[in-house]
């Protein structure tokens, strides 16, 4: 083993990944991230609506 312990495990597996990929797992994640965050902005909206209803 390369002696990685539980708290560095994501972060290497994620730049060893990206170093295989050659940055394509990079720029997915990012746009995983963003269209994460207009998701959770589309329902923010969509609650606060029905909040207004009642």
Known sequence: TRGIGRKELTPFLLA?????SQGRSL????????NNAALAAR????????KDIK
């Open 16 to 20: 060893r990944i990206n170093e295989l």
């Open 27 to 34: 720029k997915a994640n990012i746009a995983l991230v963003r």
């Open 43 to 50: 329902i923010a909206v969509a609650h606060a609506g029905l």
